[in-house]
């Protein structure tokens, strides 16, 4: 199995790649764990949908061949660490790469989600789309130590 985190957005602050790189090295190198970033599309006076169309469209472009898809977004299922590290599990034991999909400042565009086999919601609570990486980044992590039994979790 390999992880890709597919994430709109390029040139991020320095605390941001900090923060994503610190948990990204943590994790188990059996996951292949990859982030590819994909340019933000640029911004239309007449509202967001051309550019999130664009970017929905590059997302789907960056997808590995056969990969499950799973899109970050605010109205997707809310899933608990342990939820997410049996469902971490799962993919492990299904071998297929997964793919985890952040949209830009307004969000992913419909082609994503709707070719999305699973819909993650982080919070109801909106994040900045850059901090989400790092968050996605931590609970994947954590995850981790879930299945192998580590105390970091608690």
């Known amino acids: 199995m390999h992880i890709h985190l597919l994430a709109i957005g390029t040139r991020m602050p320095r605390w941001v790649n900090a923060g ?30 051309r ?3 664009e970017e929905g469209r590059r997302l789907l472009e960056a997808l590995p061949k056969d990969g499950q898809l799973v899109a970050l977004d ?13 469902r971490t599990g799962e993919w492990l034991r299904a071998g297929r790469d997964v793919a985890l999909m952040i ?3 307004d969000g992913l565009a419909v082609s994503c989600l709707q ?6 919601s982080l919070s109801r609570l909106t994040f900045p ?19 192998r039994g580590h105390p970091y979790h608690r």
Do not use: C, M
């Not at 090295?25 to 911004?43: N, Q, T, Y």
């Open 20 to 49: 994503f790189d610190d948990y990204a090295r943590r994790l188990p190198p059996e996951w292949g764990f990859s982030l590819k970033e994909i340019p933000a599309a640029k911004r239309h006076s007449d509202g967001p949908g």
């Open 51 to 53: 550019s999130k169309a």
């Open 74 to 86: 605010e109205r997707g299922n809310i899933w608990g660490t342990e939820e997410l590290a049996a």
């Open 103 to 105: 949209g830009g400042p």
């Open 115 to 120: 070719r999305a086999e699973e819909v993650w």
């Open 129 to 147: 789309h850059a901090l989400v990486r790092v968050i996605v980044a931590e609970q994947l992590y954590r995850a981790a130590t879930i299945l």
